[in-house]
């Protein structure tokens, strides 16, 4: 058989693998402003609406669902859910997950402060008898979860931790930049608190499937048609838009002030 035959065989199979049984792809995310989120009900953000219109042009359809991270990973691992957006490679989800070679966007973690409780923070030495505000369900470095220097405490969301963090409940409180900068205009707090200028990590977010059948050729697709979307200027309006510029590739080198101690993933992945 030519291998053109065959190549479109495998394109429908694909297809079908999704579709089958009049089902849509389900896919799972948390809000995660200014990336994906929803506003009066309609989902929105810079990764969802690059995502949704690159399914559109694969032809398939999506059934979304927005939920706290930890739930998205539970329903992933229990074959509730087939993908994930907004997640983070990680070594540890490769036997289970499939990911693009493009990435959606690229993130950067930084210390958040209260202005009133200002702690100077460069190093996880600096964070000592501190307590700092994370996410449940997030995946942290191995250093920055086992360190006796400083205490972890999670809050429901990120609303939740900004809240503590104005009440000073907690002393500092770690997020992408992006999205803190967000949250200091939504809750209206940006004279309270700031950011710290230092990076501490650097990642690239994707849209992640799990292994399924066909899944390993939607996969390839979704990642050339990304790609293809990101040289457009649709794109560019739509990155402009969201105050973003076009992703940076996986590979790409972390700033020279990173601090390589404490990197942030969202288990990875939504956040």
């Given at each position: 058989m030519p291998w053109i035959s065959q190549?479109?065989?495998?394109?429908?199979?694909?297809?079908?693998?999704?579709?089958?049984?009049?089902?849509?792809?389900?896919?799972?995310?948390?809000?995660?402003?200014?990336?994906?989120?929803?506003?009066?009900?309609?989902?929105?953000?810079?990764d969802y609406e690059t995502t949704a219109i690159v399914f559109k042009r694969l032809g398939i359809e999506v059934d979304w669902q927005f939920l706290p991270w930890k739930r998205c990973l539970s329903m992933l691992e229990q074959g509730q859910a087939d993908g994930a957006l907004d997640i983070?490679?990680?070594?540890?989800?490769?036997?289970?997950?499939?990911?693009?070679?493009?990435?959606?966007?690229?993130?950067?973690?930084?210390?958040?402060?209260?202005?009133?409780?200002?702690?100077p923070f460069r190093t996880l030495e600096d964070l000592r008898g501190l307590t700092v505000g994370t996410s449940p369900g997030y995946l942290y470095s191995e250093d920055f979860r086992n360190s006796?220097?400083?205490?972890?405490?999670?809050?429901?969301?990120?609303?939740?931790?900004?809240?503590k963090l104005a009440r000073g409940r907690i002393d500092l409180l770690i997020t992408d930049r992006r999205v803190g900068q967000h949250l200091l205009d939504e809750?209206?707090?940006?004279?309270?608190?700031?950011?710290?200028?230092?990076?501490?990590?650097?990642?690239?977010?994707?849209?992640?499937?799990?292994?399924?059948?066909?899944?390993?050729?939607?996969?390839?697709?979704?990642g050339a048609e990304l790609k293809r979307f990101k040289r457009e200027p649709a794109y560019a309006e739509l990155s402009a838009r969201y105050g973003a510029g076009p992703a940076a590739s996986a590979k790409a080198?972390?700033?020279?002030?990173?601090?390589?101690?404490?990197?942030?993933?969202?288990?990875?992945?939504?956040?």
């Open positions: 190549l479109l065989i495998l394109l429908l199979f694909t297809c079908l693998s999704v579709t089958a049984r009049g089902e849509k792809l389900r896919i799972v995310t948390e809000p995660w402003a200014p990336y994906v989120y929803e506003q009066d009900g309609k989902p929105l953000g810079l983070f490679h990680s070594p540890e989800r490769d036997a289970s997950l499939l990911y693009p070679s493009e990435p959606l966007s690229e993130v950067q973690f930084v210390i958040f402060y209260a202005n009133e409780r200002p702690h006796t220097l400083f205490t972890r405490e999670p809050a429901p969301s990120h609303e939740a931790n900004f809240g809750l209206n707090i940006r004279d309270q608190i700031s950011e710290n200028p230092t990076i501490i990590s650097q990642q690239s977010q994707f849209l992640a499937v799990r292994r399924n059948a066909g899944m390993d050729l939607l996969v390839q697709r979704f080198d972390r700033p020279t002030n990173s601090v390589e101690q404490t990197v942030e993933q969202q288990e990875s992945g939504a956040q």
